[in-house]
């Protein structure tokens, strides 16, 4: 069992930034799949970065170039450039079984979550 918490959120203007971490209970760094969700009033949950045990990110096309995602002890993400839309919960997942190829941002392929933290852009 992984524990996941996230920290970070916060509320924000258009165009700022903010960094969301993911403390976790064990070292996952070289073991799990990781990736950062979001959630918004009324929306279906919706994948936003993953990361693959060597590191190697995917973006939605919603946050490709403004978002970025790392690993090493601690999952991060680094938010730019945010706009109204980004608001919304966001919560980081683990996916224990995947090994090879690239991340997914199918929520179903994530077994662990943390609680999330709250992200709100005004504009």
């Known amino acids: 069992q992984v524990q996941l918490v996230e920290s970070g959120g916060g509320s924000v203007q258009a165009g700022g930034s903010l960094r969301l971490s993911c403390a976790t209970s064990t070292d996952t760094s070289d073991r799990y799949y990781m990736a950062w969700f979001r959630q918004a009033p009324g929306k279906e949950r919706e994948g936003v970065a993953g990361?693959?045990?060597?590191g190697t990110p995917v973006y939605s096309n919603s946050v490709k170039g403004r978002f970025t995602i790392s690993r090493d002890i601690t999952l991060t993400l680094q938010m730019n450039s945010l706009k109204p839309e980004d608001t919304a919960m966001y919560y980081c997942?683990?996916?224990?079984?995947?090994?090879?190829?690239?991340?997914?941002?199918?929520?179903?392929?994530?077994?662990?979550w943390g609680q999330g933290t709250q992200v709100t852009v005004s504009s």
């Open positions: 990361i693959d045990i060597l």
């Open positions: 997942a683990a996916d224990r079984r995947r090994r090879f190829g690239p991340a997914s941002l199918d929520s179903g392929m994530y077994d662990y």
